[in-house]
């Protein structure tokens, strides 16, 4: 006798962006830069940036909430709660514990997945496994950040680019095709061209605690590595680009997102960006958009959708999915 195969099927999306919105032209007031040069070379106008007592954890919590009442779930109904971030609210305990306290729960496994902003493709791709080999059937997968944290507010190449926010997304068991394939990559030989090169020791942080990125080195392994990993992910699932329908990618660069949807021959109206208004949010930037587009009303049942993301390790990952 056959086993039936499970999938896990995305059930609900949601998201939260801080208050504070922080435009171009009041950037262009704190260090040296314009809204031309900023949109030209990136696509952005504008970023949310997080309260002073605003953590990752609250973050989360908001985008967590939509994202259960979306799929028309409760928190005591989750078997599996991981968070992607780069930016957690202490050393530790995790981040998903923090949440997983602050949803009123207990007992289910929770932990955090570390690839920047590659995460959300990390951590989605480990609820997957998790719900398909059945120990779990609903889990909740979210992304988190306040990198405006670990930006230099001098540097001018890199505090325009970043922004806070959240995703989250709801994972259940399902017979019905959910996410088809999720791929994951990594080159540790890239490390350093992103990377925030801190650590505590004895109380003292060693290091530099800011962001640095060799912007050009980025962009060029970005475009390449993402244009292969697309490919890649649509031979494993034995599909046509000629059948997607959506491409949901990490929004760092508008070049970059253009980059990757020309590979796959898809015009900018199938590909979801929210570059301008949020920025790029690291490892939240794929389920906000998700939610975004979600809300919006832009997918339909049935709809193959990529997701890809790519960032410092060098980590990225992808997974194509049935909406």
Not at 20 to 29: D, F, K, S
Not at 58 to 66: E, M, R, V, Y
């Amino acid at each position: 006798m056959r086993s039936t195969q499970i999938y896990a099927r995305i059930a609900g999306t949601g998201s939260y962006l801080p208050e504070r919105v922080l435009g171009n032209a009041e950037l262009a007031q704190q260090v040296e830069t314009s809204d031309e040069w900023i949109v030209t070379r990136t696509g952005i106008r504008q970023r949310h940036i997080a309260a002073t007592d605003e953590l990752t954890s609250d973050l989360a919590l908001k985008a967590a909430q939509a994202a259960l009442a979306s799929a028309g779930v409760t928190a005591a109904d989750l078997d599996l709660i991981i968070v992607a971030t780069t930016t957690p609210d202490v050393v530790f305990p995790s981040t998903a514990c923090i949440l997983q306290d602050k949803l009123g729960v207990h007992g289910c496994p929770a932990f955090d997945v570390q690839a920047v902003c590659a995460g959300f493709a990390y951590a989605l791709a480990t609820a997957d496994q998790f719900v398909r080999g059945g120990m779990a059937k609903t889990a909740l997968v979210v992304g988190a950040e306040v990198f405006s944290r670990i930006l230099d507010w001098d540097d001018r190449t890199t505090c325009v680019l970043f922004g806070d926010g959240a995703g989250a997304v709801v994972l259940k068991a399902s017979e019905e095709p959910g996410i088809l394939v999720t791929k994951l990559k990594a080159d540790g030989r890239y490390r350093d061209i992103l990377t925030t090169p801190a650590s505590i020791m004895h109380g003292d942080v060693r290091g530099k605690p800011f962001l640095h990125m060799d912007g050009q080195a980025v962009f060029k392994f970005a475009v390449k590595a993402l244009a292969e990993l697309a490919s890649e992910t649509l031979e494993a699932a034995g599909i046509a680009q000629s059948e997607l329908n959506w491409l949901v990618p990490h929004q760092a660069n508008i070049r970059i997102i253009e980059s990757t949807a020309r590979h796959l021959g898809l015009s900018m109206d199938k590909v979801v960006v929210t570059l301008a208004q949020h920025g790029n949010t690291s490892a939240a930037s794929i389920p906000l958009a998700l939610d975004h587009a979600a809300r919006e009303g832009r997918f339909q049942r049935g709809d193959l959708i990529m997701l890809e993301g790519i960032g410092g390790g060098f980590a990225w990952g992808s997974a194509l999915l049935r909406w």
